[in-house]
């Protein structure tokens, strides 16, 4: 079972690894961190179509999940304290386990760094694709890079070729979902298998087109109420059935982590949305961090690729293009929250342009 040892206290996070693409000296290194509940294992089916698009791909497990350290109590009473500072502190020493991780990988896994080729093409190199709640974490990373260790900062200024955002939760963002749009059931009462079944279903639902406008003070209110396909006809085409419910008892446990819903992950909901604003103001609209001499300048300024996401797109807009992150942002149509799992060949060819 790979781990990589994240810090000085012996915690690790477990991954897999796709392997040198075949007779690659040029290849780019993906690291896909998971959402919430769902861990890894959900990216196996894109491991056979990654060499063939010049791919190697790391799936990684964050804390609390197989393979990986389990969160302390004193990990969890930093979350549930109602003070904000000692909130920002657990997100950080997240972000920075994840900064290292990608560090020890680098170093040892001795991957090619970003090259240019004669043509201008970007080769090598290593992008980090986080999905859905994982952008908690990979956001935090972001949001605090100014505490990560100079010699890693370095060196990713050398390997970080791009951040994808593959449709970020909005409980990442701080922001409530504008009403009319459909939220996750939650009940920390409830059986943890239950509650996993219920949670897999929400999240892996296909549900109708919408648009948010550019302007969002004050959000948009969606009458009637968007609701999952599955719900809205008496008669649904089995392809828009919700993802899980086209699993197997068996595969949906290999898949999920249900001790996850017992008690950490809905502390981590709990956490002050002003702390995960300032995360994301950090992360993305002002990537400034002090150099040394007490100038702020930008870090990893061009690394963020973005799911459609309206929220941080018009908060993206407003923010000084001099500190704010290169964005763009790309769209995947007519697939819902698992597309990685239903279409991965569709999914990888897709990422391939964006990596």
């Known amino acids: 079972m790979p781990t990589a040892p994240v810090d000085h206290e012996g915690t690790v996070l477990y991954y897999e690894d796709s392997g040198i693409p075949a007779k690659s000296a040029n290849y780019v290194t993906l690291v896909l961190i998971h959402g919430t ?3 890894s294992a959900v990216y196996r089916p894109m491991l056979p179509f990654a060499a063939e698009h010049n791919l190697r791909l790391v799936l990684l497990n964050l804390r609390g999940y197989p393979g990986s350290t389990d969160y302390s109590p004193a ?12 909130q ?3 997100m950080a020493e997240r972000g920075l386990e994840i900064a290292e991780f990608l560090r020890w990988y680098i170093d040892t896994e001795a991957i090619p760094p970003i090259t ?3 043509e201008g093409v970007s080769t090598g190199g290593i992008s980090l694709l986080s999905w859905s709640g994982g952008n908690w974490f990979t956001v935090a990373m972001f949001g605090n890079a ?3 260790p100079e010699s890693t900062r370095k060196l990713l200024n050398t390997y970080l070729r791009s951040f994808v955002m593959f449709d970020p939760s909005s409980t990442v963002i701080g922001h409530s979902i504008p009403p009319g749009l459909s939220s996750l059931r939650r009940d920390a009462s409830a059986p943890v298998d239950e509650q996993v079944a219920i949670f897999a279903v929400d999240v892996s639902a296909y549900y ?11 959000p948009p209110t969606f009458d009637v109420p968007r609701r999952p396909l599955h719900e809205a006809s008496a008669e649904i085409n089995p392809k828009y059935a919700p993802t899980s419910t086209k699993m197997s008892p068996e595969t949906l446990r290999d898949l999920t982590h249900s001790p996850i819903m017992k008690e950490y992950q809905h502390v981590l909901w709990g956490v002050n949305r002003e702390v995960l604003k300032t995360n994301l103001h950090r992360a993305l609209y002002d990537c400034r961090v002090d150099d040394g001499t007490g100038m702020r300048k930008p870090i990893w300024p061009d690394v963020l690729r973005l799911g459609r996401h309206e929220i ?3 908060g993206h807009q407003k923010a000084n293009p001099e500190h704010r992150r290169d964005m763009q942002l790309h769209m995947l149509k007519n697939a819902n929250h698992f597309v990685h ?3 991965p060949e569709r999914f990888i060819k897709f990422l391939t342009g964006i990596v």
């Open 88 to 90: 920002e502190q657990a």
């Open 146 to 148: 100014g505490t990560i």
């Open 75 to 86: 990990d969890l009473d930093k979350l549930r304290d109602s003070d904000p500072e000692s």
């Open 116 to 118: 240019l080729t004669p």
């Open 208 to 218: 109708p087109p919408y648009e948010i406008p550019d302007d969002i003070d004050p």
């Open 37 to 39: 509940c769902f861990h």
């Open 312 to 314: 941080i797109r018009a």
């Open 341 to 343: 799992w239903e279409e």
